[in-house]
């Protein structure tokens, strides 16, 4: 039996997107649509030399990111079942 926590595609440290509350008004990192102040937002975790970084990304390119991660996903689980 392995020990310890499962780990996931999608922990902390490997992606993965939370949700949060535009504070300062700017563009989505991908499409570069207006991010108004207020407005729900995911944030994608970017781990670079060392240091991570939190992409803003809107509702509408988290819904792709999120969809293509389930083919991805998909593809993976395939030979599992
Ligand atoms: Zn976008």
């Given at each position: 039996m392995a020990r310890?926590?499962?780990?996931s595609l999608l922990s902390t440290n490997n992606g993965g997107i939370t949700y949060a509350e535009v504070e300062r008004a700017g563009s989505?990192?991908?499409?570069?649509?207006?991010?108004?102040k207020g407005?729900?937002?995911g944030l994608l975790k970017v781990a670079k030399a060392g240091f991570s970084?939190?992409?803003r990304?809107?509702?509408h390119c988290v819904k792709e990111i999120v969809t293509k991660t389930?083919?991805?996903l998909d593809m993976i689980k395939?030979?599992?079942a």
């Open positions: 310890g926590k499962v780990p989505c990192s991908r499409c570069k649509c207006a991010l108004r407005e729900k937002v970084n939190n992409k990304l809107c509702l389930q083919a991805d395939a030979p599992l």
